[in-house]
């Protein structure tokens, strides 16, 4: 399907082509587009050249390549990621050398 432009194009986007709340219109190849479904909770879009629509969705963790508890050596002065819910971060007063993921 060709996208010229979306006000005033000969060949709009269909919106039979977004099937439920949160789908994402991805171009999949020259004048080609498609639908991604929403990902879950606290997942985040990545580019992944080995799907069909370029992108995925991840967990954080996965995205950074951590677990939660793992340490990693930076100049940042980080030095371990931890995934929690909003509700528990908001019970517990934060540490500065800790980077916290909230995963709801």
């Known amino acids: 399907m060709a996208v010229n432009s979306l006000q005033g194009a000969t060949d709009p ?11 994402l219109i991805v171009g999949t190849a020259d004048n ?24 995925k969705w991840s967990s954080a963790e996965e995205v950074a390549g951590l677990e939660s ?15 929690l819910t909003q509700a528990q971060y908001d019970a517990l007063t934060p540490d500065a050398t800790t980077l916290y993921v909230i995963t709801d």
């Open 32 to 55: 080609t587009i498609d639908s991604v479904s929403v990902g879950n909770n606290g997942e985040i879009v990545v580019a992944d050249s080995n799907e069909t629509a370029g992108i």
């Open 13 to 23: 986007i269909s919106k039979g082509i977004v099937d439920a709340k949160g789908d």
């Open 69 to 83: 508890g793992d340490s990693f050596v930076g100049g940042s002065g980080i030095d371990r990621v931890v995934a």
